[in-house]
DNA sequence: CAGCATCCTCCGCGATACTG
DNA sequence: CAGTATCGCGGAGGATGCTG
């Protein structure tokens, strides 16, 4: 049912790490983007998180999973097949990222210039 | 006119690292709580901070001033006197820190429960 | 009073390679 | 397919001591 997960859906060129709003470790929020359209397989996870290692992805998971973000749910069958749901008090973060996106669309400009300001780089105009 | 912290503003016991949301670094949405009520001086903050050693406070202090948080101002006088000011972009994440602490207080009994599931440290009931 | 200098530890995160 | 095993770096955060 579910479409395919966009595999650009995180532009790498986003300064998103001007925000300084974190929700759980470095890719939590964007695992939980991932999930908000429902259940996802691992490898499925791994594409639009483009270069993250297994390893990586299944640390943040089971962080996710251990805090009750998100279900794991293995599927036995001809080839192996785990799926990541998030959980309702997952969803209910969802809320949270996108009040955290709105203020960071919001105010984006001004961190900009926060960071000029703070360390000149050779200013033409 | 202010008036002076609570130094125990911060509960040391409080389970809030069980809250998967941060601003800034570890220090910088208490200190933004502390500004609140309106300038306050470098040794001042270090009360309800209570084991916050100075090089990180003003490690702190810095990173909220380079992304224009906080404005430092030098008063000259007997005894130096430095204060910090929230920016009204400072100002702008106190809205955030509050939708932060309602969803933690929302949830909190659901973030403790999950915990305790992931690691039975010996049930009584 | 408001820091700076130094040293050190822990852990997030990643690269690489291997497995049921 | 969905991971695990190892190795390693870099940076956050802290302890301690000194300074204009």
Known sequence: M???LDPEMF???CPSDLVPIRVGDKWAGMIIQC?????RRFSELRVPLRNITPK?????????ERDGFVVRTVHAGPARNVQYELTS???SLLGLLDTARA???AHLD????ARETASPASRTS
């Open 11 to 13: 532009d790498p060129l």
């Open 56 to 64: 990586v992805l299944t640390q943040s998971l089971r962080a996710l």
């Open 35 to 39: 999930l908000e359209g429902g259940p």
């Open 103 to 105: 203020w960071a669309e």
């Open 2 to 4: 579910t479409k395919p």
């Open 110 to 113: 001004e961190l900009i210039d």
């Open 89 to 91: 008090l997952g969803r």
